[in-house]
């Protein structure tokens, strides 16, 4: 009889002990599907950042393509600009010979002028 109790009393902790490992168990299964649902929206927003980082990227190589362009022509027109400021120079260094040159025959023609009438 004695041993029938003890066993019933074995029995009777390992199905309390069987319960809780039962309920903590369950317990961990929710936490852990908790944990896979988490796991899911962190890769989905890992994506969408992924994505939203590759749009801006190619966003700021075509402002980089645009920028360089931009950057070609300016220089483009630079030269340009250097090219005609230079050949204005040149006509300008021309002009100024040229009227150097009609100043001396003005006074030439003044000279000469003023020799004819004495």
Do not use: P
Request: aromatic share 2%; proline share 0%; charged share 30%.
């Amino acid at each position: 009889m004695d041993i029938s109790r003890k066993k019933s009393a074995e029995m009777t902790r390992l199905y309390s002990q069987m319960r809780w490992l039962g309920q903590h168990n369950a317990g961990l299964v929710l936490q852990n599907i908790d944990a896979n649902t988490k796991v899911a929206d962190l890769g989905a927003r890992q994506q969408a950042l992924e994505e939203e980082l590759a749009r801006a990227a190619g966003e700021r190589d075509v402002q980089r393509a645009t920028a360089e362009q931009k950057a070609r022509e300016a220089e483009a027109q630079t030269a340009e600009l250097q090219r005609t400021r230079t050949a204005f120079e040149q006509k300008e260094a021309e002009l100024q010979g040229k009227e150097a040159e009609l100043q001396r025959e003005k006074a030439t023609v003044a000279t000469l002028t003023g020799i004819c009438t004495l």
